[in-house]
């Protein structure tokens, strides 16, 4: 089956420090693969994206590479704020038409708590 | 601005209870879902909808119904709340594609069962 693994938080950084929040997969075919961001009190946002291998997903300043050879979709940051201080989670859907009934089901990590200190 | 919408933000019921959790959505999209959230644990899917009367189970549907009568509004029925259904509930919708778009959350139910 499908499933997501991120690293173990909680992350505590200084602002304008660098971020890297891991995360691998394990999927059969091509999956699309998201981070969505998660603020104290609120649900989920869509944070980037990227559908197929070599692809970047980029916002807020956020980047991530879909790199197939390491089942990875790794989240950077250049320089944090104490605004990015949230929950992020890495996630998978399959492509759809692969077989089966996945209708783009997300399938997520566990979640990493991120806080950014002054 | 397009919108997922929890009747609730927080709800406290007592053990054995019959509890129903909404959602809206005015995005006309096909799909929806719930989830709950609970630490290191991250989302599970419960029950998943891709039409109206449609229906299929998640990850960990047990203890759990849905309702969906028409497009907009999915229902998350809890037939007789446990402690163990205390959790964050999250609702959320797409669109059906092939390019996937991701979705859209409500801001979340916060259910205590005591």
């Known amino acids: 089956g499908n499933s997501v693994t991120q690293m173990e938080g909680p992350v505590t950084l200084s602002e304008e420090a660098f971020l890297t929040i891991n995360c691998t997969y394990t999927a059969t075919g091509y999956p699309s693969l998201f981070w969505y961001v998660q603020y104290p009190g609120e649900g989920l946002q869509l944070l980037l994206k990227a559908t197929k291998a070599d692809d970047k997903g980029s916002n807020k300043g956020f980047e991530a590479t879909y790199r197939k050879e390491t089942t990875s979709f790794h989240l950077e940051k250049g320089s944090v704020q104490v605004s990015d201080s949230a929950v992020y989670f890495c996630?998978?859907?399959?492509?759809?038409?692969?077989?089966?009934?996945?209708?783009?089901?997300?399938?997520f990590g566990q979640g990493t708590i991120l806080t950014v200190h002054p | 601005d397009v919108k997922v919408t929890q009747s609730s933000r927080y709800l406290v019921k007592r053990t054995g209870e019959k509890v129903f959790l909404e959602c809206v959505q005015d995005?006309?999209?096909?799909?929806m879902f719930w989830y709950r959230q609970d630490p290191g644990l991250g989302l599970r899917l419960i029950y998943f909808?891709?039409?109206?009367?449609?229906?299929e189970k998640g990850d960990i549907p047990e203890g759990y119904s849905v309702s969906r009568e028409k497009k907009e509004r999915f229902s998350l029925i809890l037939e007789s709340a446990s402690t163990n259904q205390t959790s964050m509930y999250l609702c959320?919708?797409?669109?059906?594609?092939?390019?996937?778009?991701?979705?859209?959350f409500g801001s979340g139910t916060r259910l205590t069962v005591v």
């Open positions: 959320a919708s797409s669109p059906w594609g092939y390019d996937n778009y991701g979705y859209t």
């Open positions: 996630a998978l859907s399959p492509l759809l038409g692969a077989g089966g009934t996945s209708y783009g089901k997300l399938t």
């Open positions: 995005m006309d999209h096909e799909n």
């Open positions: 909808s891709y039409d109206v009367k449609m229906k």
